[in-house]
């Protein structure tokens, strides 16, 4: 990571690929306390354009060290922008747009996405915006903000309620820092109610973040408690499938939670 | 007869009359910029200071292997002589000191640890052994643009050869045969821990053949030698033909910095002991021998260096510190709202 980050600050664009999000621990010094601060300290005479793509998540039976999710660790270090898109259209213009940021990028992709989505991409180069988070679906009864694999099992369960006669928005995160506070806002003031879905684990998680900040500016426009459907405070999921199953959230549990809120 | 035996001819290695009154200035300079910081902190006036003292024959002799404007210096926080020899102002090294605006860092850095891409000096971190995978990565960079004649040299002290990032530099330089010079400033202290407790072999440089590269041993406190070493290795490693592992050997002086206590760790009689290795006195003493300056040459230079400082002292003092508002900048390129 630091032979990247040398050649970031001598003018050129690498990308470091960290085989599994697990891996990465041993560079957390360098990514948190020299890529990061790089520009900071220095006050802008040197910068650290940077790329870290790194597959991270589970529910490809990766057992302890082929299964976390980093984000957390990561969300807390301003100086670092955090990307996690999950539609293959969205992956082309987000990681065109972090090699092209003139900051360190760290650019996470949900493993198990990898084989189990299929989407268009369009030819030729353009770029999305690091920041802007996407409504996937657009509704009127309860916001639910999600991010990597979840937010298409979010999107099957929002058609199930769909069907069942409620209107669910999906907001998919893309990035996670920054983080697109309109686009959260705005639906959260419409719909009234709030849920937010991700695999890391609950406690001191992205969703705390987004909980609060919306308490913070939308308090008085909920209708409902924010709920949080992320993954349990253990250490990582087991390799057995009953663990890891037990560990991941079923698109039945998501819909159950909709439901809830819905009706609440 | 006698006479001769004291005054062998020098060997210079190519080092003019001119070149070595400058490394005398430089190690003047260096002493006097150190000595003023722990001053500055007795008197109250910066929070902490950094010394080198003992460091200055490495910083001069080094410095005037640099090729400037074409090779980068990847530092650490004792290289005070070694930057200004590269040549950054004193008053860059007070500004430092005092935290103010006009400080390249702009008052966010700790003392020593500079930043100056002007110069080609990279950012300095607190953390052992990290700026040795930057150097690494510029190497790499020259190597990929095939920018030949253009070296890194990369320093540290002994503690960082017991750091993971310092075999990972190393290991991977040798490898892809990178234009870089690992310079081990081995002062036998890696702030309270003595080298027998660091390592398990007496000489650094056994380490480099583990990983396949040249290591070369020298007395840092000659700075002709020093500079014959790191200048061979910076051409080797200028000519495509890999990294070199430079162990120069010196002794720390002064505690670790002004918050540093060394009479809980080591004896005032050890510290004499290796007196005889000051590089100042002993390279006065060299140029004065050889006629290359006289007693009234260095009284002068000395008179003249201590005006400089007191000068930039001052100026430096009387510089504002940054706008609060400035905590705030520079975190992204950009706008950026820090109180979200």
Not at chain 2, 156 to 173: C, K, L, M, Y
Not at chain 2, 217 to 244: C, F, H, Q
Not at chain 2, 312 to 322: C, F, G, K, M, Q
Request: net charge negative.
């Amino acid at each position: 990571m630091g032979i990247a980050i040398g050649m970031a600050m001598e003018g050129l664009r690498p990308i470091a690929e960290i085989q599994f999000a697990d891996f990465i621990y041993p560079a957390f010094n360098q990514i948190v306390g020299e890529a990061a601060k790089t520009r900071y300290r220095s006050n802008g005479d040197y910068t650290c354009p940077l790329v870290i793509r790194t597959p991270y998540g589970g529910g490809i039976r990766g057992a302890l060290s082929h299964s976390v999710s980093i984000e957390a660790l990561f969300y807390h270090v301003p100086g670092l922008k955090i990307v996690a898109p999950s539609f293959p259209a969205d992956i082309k213009g987000l990681l065109n747009a972090a090699i092209e940021d003139p900051d360190p990028v760290l650019f996470l992709e949900h493993k198990k996405t990898y084989r189990s989505v299929k989407g268009e991409v369009p030819t030729g180069h353009y770029t999305i915006p690091i920041g802007k988070a996407d409504v996937k679906k657009a509704g009127t009864q309860l916001t639910v903000v999600s991010y990597g694999l979840y937010v298409h099992q979010a999107l099957d369960a929002a058609q199930q309620l769909e069907a069942e006669g409620h209107s669910v928005e999906v907001i998919d995160l893309r990035s996670i820092r920054p983080m697109d506070r309109t686009t959260i806002l705005e639906s959260v003031r419409k719909t009234r109610k709030l849920l937010i879905i991700h695999e890391d684990n609950k406690f001191g998680g992205i969703g705390a973040e987004i909980s609060a900040m919306v308490v913070e500016d939308a308090f008085f426009d909920l209708d409902a408690p924010i709920r949080r459907l992320c993954g349990p405070d253990v250490p990582a999921m087991g390799y057995a499938l009953t663990l890891e199953e037990e560990f991941m959230i079923p698109t039945s549990r998501m819909a159950e939670a909709m439901r809830d809120l819905v009706a609440f | 007869m006698a006479k001769a035996i004291d005054t062998p001819a020098l060997e210079r290695h190519g080092l003019s009359d001119e070149q070595l009154r400058a490394m005398l200035r430089n190690m003047i300079v260096q002493r006097t910029v150190d000595n003023r910081g722990f001053q500055l902190n007795r008197q109250g006036k910066i929070p902490f200071a950094t010394g080198s003292e003992g460091h200055e024959g490495i910083h001069a002799g080094a410095a005037q292997a640099f090729h400037r404007g074409r090779d980068v210096l990847a530092p650490y926080y004792r290289d005070i002589g070694l930057c200004l020899g590269i040549g950054m102002p004193p008053l860059d090294a007070l500004l430092s000191m005092f935290a103010r605006a006009a400080d390249i860092s702009g008052g966010r850095q700790f003392p020593n640890h500079y930043t100056n891409k002007k110069l080609g000096m990279l950012s300095v971190s607190s953390i052992i052994a990290a700026q040795c995978t930057h150097a690494v990565g510029v190497a790499y960079a020259f190597k990929l643009r095939k920018e030949h004649d253009r070296a890194v040299l990369c320093t540290f002290g002994d503690g960082a050869t017991s750091e993971g990032e310092w075999h990972e530099s190393v290991n991977f330089a040798a490898i892809h045969k990178l234009p870089v010079v690992f310079l081990c400033e081995n002062n036998e202290w890696a702030i309270s821990t003595p080298r027998e407790h660091q390592m398990a072999i007496k000489d650094i440089i056994a380490k480099a053949e583990g990983y396949g590269l040249p290591g070369v041993k020298v007395d840092g406190s000659d700075p002709i030698a020093v500079y014959a070493v790191v200048n061979a290795a910076l051409e080797r490693a200028r000519a495509g033909e890999g990294p070199t592992l430079v162990e120069a050997k010196c002794y720390r002086f002064l505690s670790h910095t002004t918050d540093d206590d060394d009479r809980t760790y080591r004896t005032r009689e050890e510290i004499e002991r290796h007196r005889y290795l000051d590089p100042v006195p002993r390279f006065e003493k060299l140029l004065l021998e050889q006629g290359i300056v006289s007693a009234d040459d260095i009284a002068a230079l000395k008179k003249e260096v201590l005006a400089e400082v007191n000068a930039v002292t001052d100026e430096a003092e009387a510089l504002p510190y940054p706008e609060p508002a400035e905590l705030y900048a520079n975190v992204y390129e950009g706008t950026h709202e820090p109180w979200l």
